[in-house]
């Protein structure tokens, strides 16, 4: 005989900041009770004690169908006819029937009309009930709206990159059509995003448009879900926001596919790590930051500038995902991605990140499900002590995380067999990660690969080639000095070749590097098809589905833990020390206290001035700018960009909880930076190595900020 405790029956609405809400009540493993209503504001509640004293079997039925009944209360779903407990299906007062949630093997069908089988034997369940957030991605992961504990669980994601934001070597096809036939020949024209968008022309938005819509799908969530995967890392680029005059990009049309990884991340019980991959003026010069070529974020004469842009777009998202429909989805907030800390300058860039704490905190408030984790990246310093590091930075602050870039394929090329690469990983990486865990605090790696080289198609750019085979930069003038050919890249490109031993010695790679790191994104979940090549596709290292399809990596990576011991006794090797046992602050995960949190004041004092004193005059060289208030600057005089989504019409229900305005804090209305009017501004893409002027630049930081009406919609 069991007594039912309390069944909480609450009516939400979609405002208010407040921590992730714990799942109340009774829950069942299959019927609906686990349902509980997700954006956690509540206007108004009432307990009642329901006590049975029943049968097992009867208190089943009374269990699941009391639960069924409070959960589509509180989701307030449209004009309900039947409920079926067992199944999940409702029939609606048209007649039609509609699939709630679910388990494997029940049939999903998408917006478009198409469908799929939901395939999940890891215990997974899928909830397309509109902003509930109990879904799990596997039994033992826990939903979206109960908090995750960084220091015992561990993050087992995937990158979906090239979808959002492009890139040539994951997404070919798109470059392809203006690409020489022999890419190492002639100097190619179109590189990144800027020069396809260009080339694209009128065609730009029907053929980006396209490729939003078919390369990553709602069936590739419940694929990643099914894998063991837990999270997700989303690359966008600030073009999602917004566009300038002389910017290419097709300006805002990803944020609808940006929602619609948000809805397939909550159905399918996948938390979000949100990267900002690309800004204004580009943060490395890499082609996947939008524009290939110099930088020129926090560097040069438009480096300050550039930079006040880059706070803006910080600011909408952080608005954004800070909302109650979001939180818990989007618990992280990578907000720049792999910039270049040796040629911007360590001071500047954590002068940049301590503006951005101070923004986003401003925003959120502080602890646990006020707005994300703020995830830096340790700019290429490395993970671990005996490096230039971020050990001790900002110390005290709240939630603050490292994200680090581990990769084979950029180091010296070698052709050491592959059993033995696969126990690299735990030599390579698994001291440091935990020495980063103790210095700085949570540590992870937003990206790396099972590629032990550089071979692969545009891995080093569109027109340079390979240095493991001797082609770099190009087959017409190869670097033999420096990068001498180490063997042929032929066996890396066909996958079609490799015998059992080959893929079993990758999967130990993808398990040791999971286990090493313990905490991890694979880039990227799929490589486009070639075509060149349409029997074999291209990058196989670098593609996690193609991986899990042809085995070379295993279908559950929660088997991962321990393989680097495993791998060791394979090898006759001694195992590192891993996992780090140790329990991270309440500071540094948002636990206990949502006061604001005190930083190092020496970190404060070495890093609190912004703009930033030094900024250098060219990237990585020693000269910097005499006085930094002489630099062209934007004014925050304008009217701030919120993103707004339209209701969804993809579910067939209703809810009461809307999309949101965009906007979490209606206290902020600080101004948004704009150019200073009449005020002629170099070149933000090509401003490295000009003079400043002598006096401050239109007035520059004369210009004080202003509040401003509501935020405007995109």
Known sequence: ???????????????????????????????????????????????????????ALGLVIVVIVVATVVSLRKSRLGDIGAVNPADGTVVTATGGLVKLWGGNGDKITTDNGTTFEYKNSLGGTWVAVPFNDTAKCQADSPPLNQPWDYSSRRILGVNLGGWLVLEPFITPYLFEPFSNSDSNVQTP???????????LGDKLASTLEEHYRTFITEE???????????????????WMIE???????????????????????????????????????????YNHSGKLGSINFLVGLMGVANAQRTLNYIRTLTQFISQPQYVNVVPMFSVLNEALTQKIGVPAMRSFYLQVY???????????????????????????????????????????????????????????????????????????????????????????????????????????????????????????KN???????????????????????????AATSQDAMQNSFFWTWKISRSIRTPDVKPNPMWDYQLGLQQGWIRSDARGN???????????????????????????????????????????????????????????????????VNNLPQYAPTGTPVTLKPEPSGDSPITASIGPGTGWANDDDRAGWYVPIKDCKYPNPWAAGGLPAPTTPFCGGSAQQPVKTSPPRLR
Request: proline share 7%; aromatic share 12%.
């Open 1 to 55: 005989m069991v007594a039912l405790d309390q069944i909480e029956e609450r009516e939400f609405e979609g405002a208010g900041l407040v921590h992730p809400s714990g799942p109340k009540g009774i829950r069942s493993e299959n019927g609906p009770a686990h349902l509980r209503s997700s954006p956690p504001a509540v206007r108004n509640s009432r307990q009642r004690k329901i006590i049975f004293s029943l049968g």
């Open 189 to 199: 024209t179109v590189v990144d995003e800027w020069t396809l968008s260009v080339a």
């Open 220 to 238: 590739d969530f419940m694929l990643i879900a099914a894998a063991g995967l837990n999270w997700i890392r989303l690359p966008v680029g600030w």
């Open 243 to 285: 566009t300038w005059d002389g910017e290419p990009f097709l300006a805002g049309v990803s944020f609808k596919y940006f929602l619609k990884a948000l809805q397939w991340a909550r159905k399918y019980g996948l938390r979000v790590n949100l990267d900002l991959h690309a800004v204004p003026g580009s943060q490395n010069g």
């Open 358 to 480: 101070q923004m986003m905190r401003g925003i959120t408030g502080y602890g646990l499900g006020k707005g994300p984790m703020m995830v830096i990246h340790d700019g290429f310093q490395g993970t671990g002590a005996g490096h230039t590091g971020w050990g001790g930075y900002l110390k005290g602050a709240d939630r603050i995380g490292l994200d680090t870039h581990t990769y084979f394929a950029f180091d010296k090329q070698s052709n050491d067999s592959l059993g033995y690469n696969s126990f690299k990983p735990c030599t390579y990486w698994a001291k440091s990660f935990n020495q980063t865990n103790t210095d700085f605090g949570f540590n992870f790696a937003g990206e790396y690969s099972l590629a032990v080289n550089d071979c692969g198609l545009w891995l080093n750019n569109i027109g340079v080639g390979s240095r493991y085979d001797g082609t770099y930069p190009n087959t017409s003038a190869p670097d033999t």
């Open 483 to 509: 990068f001498p050919r180490v063997g042929s890249c032929d066996p890396w490109k066909d996958y079609r070749t490799w015998g059992p031993d080959t893929k079993k010695s990758i999967a130990d790679l």
């Open 561 to 627: 833990v321990g393989a680097c011991r495993v791998v060791a006794a394979q090898q006759g090797e001694t195992a590192p020390v891993q996992p780090w046992a140790g329990k991270f602050s309440d500071w540094q995960t948002g636990v206990g206290s949502d006061s604001p949190r005190t930083i190092d004041p020496a970190q404060m004092a070495l890093y609190g001035q912004w703009p930033p004193k030094d900024i250098f005059v060219q990237p990585g060289q020693d000269a910097v700018y005499p006085d």
